[in-house]
């Protein structure tokens, strides 16, 4: 695909330097999430506009299996997926999309590469959203296509770049630094989408590399505030790996007002990503779905099996839906102040435990009876 040059236009005047990026990026307005994109609907779920950061998923069961993927879709919506995406690798797969969609408890995008007639076709049959890179779906005509395809189904796109899929025009300019060349590319598609009347679009624009996306999204907060942005970091890696990584680029940009849709990628089993999407916007006082815990990582004061204990009450607040604070302590003089903020908690002594609530004792309990005492109160409290 033919490149038309928007740096300029993206860094407001040349090609910057990585230091002068970076120090764009520090300057960069900090705004409330959300506030400054236009709304898009996927589905029945509203995003940008104002709307909460919405948190979605990607299904990785095999395409052409039908109720393998409506399977993962239930364990996905259970865990607080609010969208999912799909891949359609071939055009053999589109009956199986299609039925998913219609069996779906979820709005279900269609990611679709390399191939326009795929993802003309998953408008018609029932995707909430398409995902297409215009870098590699064939061309300006066949983007146009695609363009029209989800005009007529009243869906959005998601135009989608990544650091691995850039335009190769672009891609070879060694004026431009990695970020540049992202913001860039999506700015130059967006122009394209906006000329043709069609503004009903999201963008991502990743990278592996976690201060590459984040100065990439602030050059695309700057350029276009208007368009909602989808955040990631792409390839984060394994559970912990991918965890840490992502945590600390959305972080930063969740921070700065930027992202009304994430991703937390990890190869791993999706309903993961759930956890930790929302284990990130709740620590950022973003959104909250359900229970914190607060736990201490124990030291040589400790007498019981605290770490033990502190995983049996994070199994058991997996199906909590109430927002409450809980603390997990390990020392019975220190605990309750350590931890007064929670709602509710229990510092542990030998062989006993306290449980309190905002640091004010409401029992005392044998340690064997510690997480039943703690969750009978959680219990009080969601029946309350």
């Not at 390990?330 to 709602?343: I, K, R, W």
């Given at each position: 695909?033919?490149?038309?040059?928007?740096?300029?236009?993206?860094?407001?005047?040349?090609?910057?330097?990585?230091?002068?990026?970076?120090?764009?990026?520090?300057?960069?307005?900090?705004?409330?999430?959300?506030?400054?994109?236009?709304?898009?609907?996927?589905?029945?779920?509203?995003?940008?506009?104002?709307?909460?950061?919405?948190?979605?998923?990607?299904?990785?069961?095999?395409a052409r299996d039908v109720q393998a993927n409506l399977d993962q879709i239930q364990r996905l919506a259970q865990a607080g997926c609010e969208v999912v995406r799909m891949a359609i690798p071939h055009r053999d797969c589109l009956d199986a999309f299609e039925q998913v969609c219609a069996a779906s408890p979820l709005p279900v995008v269609a990611d679709v590469h390399f191939d326009s007639v795929i993802a003309m076709e998953a408008a018609k049959r029932g995707a909430a959203k398409l995902r297409i890179n215009p870098g590699n779906i064939g061309g300006w005509e066949k983007t146009d296509q695609v363009i029209e395809a989800a005009r007529a189904a009243g869906i959005p796109i998601r135009i989608g770049v990544n650091a691995g899929s850039l335009d190769q025009a672009l891609k070879s300019r060694e004026?431009?630094?990695?970020?540049?060349?992202?913001?860039?590319?999506?700015?130059?598609?967006?122009?394209?989408?906006?000329?043709?009347?069609?503004?009903?679009?999201?963008?991502?624009?990743?990278?592996?590399?976690?201060?590459?996306?984040?100065?990439?999204?602030?050059?695309?907060?700057?350029?276009?505030?208007?368009?909602?942005?989808?955040?990631?970091?792409?390839?984060?890696?394994?559970?912990?790996?991918?965890?840490?990584?992502?945590?600390?680029?959305?972080?930063?940009?969740?921070?700065?007002?930027?992202?009304?849709?994430?991703?937390?990628?990890?190869?791993?089993?999706?309903?993961?990503?759930?956890?930790?999407?929302?284990?990130?916007?709740?620590?950022?006082?973003?959104?909250?779905?359900?229970?914190?815990?607060?736990?201490?990582?124990?030291?040589?004061?400790?007498?019981?099996?605290?770490?033990?204990?502190?995983?049996?009450?994070?199994?058991?607040?997996?199906?909590?839906?109430?927002?409450?604070?809980?603390?997990?302590?390990?020392?019975?003089?220190?605990?309750?102040?350590?931890?007064?903020?929670?709602?509710?908690?229990?510092?542990?002594?030998?062989?006993?435990?306290?449980?309190?609530?905002?640091?004010?004792?409401?029992?005392?309990?044998?340690?064997?009876?510690?997480?039943?005492?703690?969750?009978?109160?959680?219990?009080?409290?969601?029946?309350?």
């Open positions: 695909m033919e490149s038309v040059d928007v740096c300029s236009t993206v860094m407001g005047g040349g090609a910057a330097s990585q230091d002068n990026v970076a120090a764009q990026g520090e300057t960069a307005q900090t705004c409330k999430p959300n506030q400054r994109t236009r709304r898009v609907m996927v589905g029945n779920v509203p995003l940008g506009g104002g709307a909460p950061c919405v948190v979605q998923s990607m299904l990785n069961a095999p004026d431009l630094t990695l970020p540049e060349k992202l913001a860039a590319s999506a700015v130059e598609y967006v122009r394209h989408f906006e000329e043709r009347g069609f503004e009903d679009v999201v963008v991502s624009a990743k990278a592996h590399d976690v201060m590459t996306t984040v100065r990439t999204y602030r050059m695309l907060a700057r350029e276009i505030p208007q368009v909602p942005l989808h955040i990631g970091i792409t390839e984060a890696g394994t559970l912990f790996q991918g965890v840490v990584k992502s945590a600390s680029g959305l972080g930063i940009l969740l921070e700065e007002g930027i992202g009304d849709t994430m991703r937390i990628s990890l190869t791993d089993d999706p309903v993961q990503e759930m956890r930790a999407c929302w284990m990130l916007l709740a620590a950022l006082d973003l959104r909250r779905r359900g229970p914190e815990i607060i736990s201490c990582p124990t030291c040589g004061r400790c007498q019981v099996d605290l770490i033990g204990l502190a995983k049996e009450v994070d199994a058991r607040l997996s199906q909590v839906r109430v927002p409450l604070k809980v603390a997990v302590m390990g020392c019975v003089v220190n605990g309750p102040g350590e931890a007064a903020d929670a709602d509710l908690g229990v510092a542990c002594g030998a062989g006993v435990g306290v449980v309190f609530s905002h640091g004010r004792t409401i029992r005392k309990v044998e340690e064997s009876q510690i997480v039943d005492a703690l969750m009978e109160e959680v219990a009080a409290r969601q029946e309350g």
